[in-house]
């Protein structure tokens, strides 16, 4: 029933280019065609750039209640930027338990690899978060991501 929905905000970050709205619409129709199951996929995605100024980094860091860091496996640039980003979360949300999904885009494109599964991984454990790569062209770990966070969304609030 109604009551019993809990909304959470899954923020997703990262630099330009590097899928987010490519993720983003795949989750809003993955929850469109779910609609009444609320409590697994009633959650509002946000997904705004940084450096747009629609909203400030400062908001982007204290609106969500979950996290998806994306960065794209063909741009190093993107997944030194999803460093910075993970550590200025934990600056700003220091006591919180925040679920977080550091997530590698675009790994259908395996020839303009620049950043290896291994290193994905290891940053990943270095900033104490899930890791996955997708392919939001090829629909390819979407699905798993999304469902990924929801249970971690999930996990936080039943020990609660
Ligand atoms: P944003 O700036 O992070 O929101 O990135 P966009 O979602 O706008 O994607 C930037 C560009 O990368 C667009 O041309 C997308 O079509 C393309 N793109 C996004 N995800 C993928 C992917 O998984 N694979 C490939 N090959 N291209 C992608």
Redesign the pocket.
């Known amino acids: 029933t109604e009551s019993e929905c809990s909304f959470s905000r899954v923020v997703?970050i990262?630099?330009?280019?590097?899928?987010?709205?490519?993720?983003?619409?795949i989750f809003a129709g993955a929850r469109d065609s779910m609609g009444s199951n609320c409590d697994l996929l009633g959650d509002d995605t946000y997904?705004r750039?940084l450096d747009e100024g629609s909203w400030s980094q400062e908001q982007c860091m204290q609106a969500g209640d979950a996290y998806l860091i994306?960065y794209?496996i063909?741009d190093r640039a993107s997944f030194e930027k999803a460093s910075e980003l993970r550590i200025r979360l934990r600056r700003t949300r220091q006591s919180e338990d925040i679920p977080i999904i550091l997530v590698g885009?675009?790994?259908?494109?395996v020839r303009r690899r620049q950043v290896s599964v291994t290193e994905g991984r290891a940053c990943a454990v270095v900033f104490d978060c899930k890791f996955i790569e997708?392919?939001?062209?090829?629909h390819?770990n979407v699905q798993e991501m999304f469902e990924g966070i929801v249970r971690q969304v999930r996990l936080r609030r039943d020990s609660k």
């Open positions: 997703v990262g630099e330009n280019g590097v899928g987010k709205s490519a993720l983003s619409g997904e750039t994306v794209s063909t885009n675009k790994s259908d494109l997708t392919s939001a062209a090829v390819h």
